[in-house]
């Protein structure tokens, strides 16, 4: 039994790199659900913009985008027969010593002409 002593403190410290890689991975998967979900609202809000054709859809997107995101943000507009907005977002990672992640674009349909509302 005397062998035995300090056994648990050994096996904790060789424990801790599998702890802290599965927490890296629980962050970078938060922020890439995070920058998906981004992506999404800011599509949709810049398609509602432009559907509407009040605003600037560019703006649109970005007041619907987390500031720590909005650094590559783009904004395109699809004409054509079903007009859509694609907005791309590039992903972060928390790795440190890597500059950013894949980029993720989603993009949102409008109609081209403004619904009339059933009440007139």
Known sequence: MRGDRGQASIELLGSVPYLALGLFAALQLTVAATTVQAASSAARAAARTVSQGDGDPQASAQ??????????MSVTLNGGESPSVTVTLQMPIIVPGLDSGPEVA????FEREQATPPWG
């Open 106 to 109: 989603r993009t949102a349909w």
């Open 63 to 72: 007041r619907s985008v987390p500031d720590w995101l909005e650094a590559g």
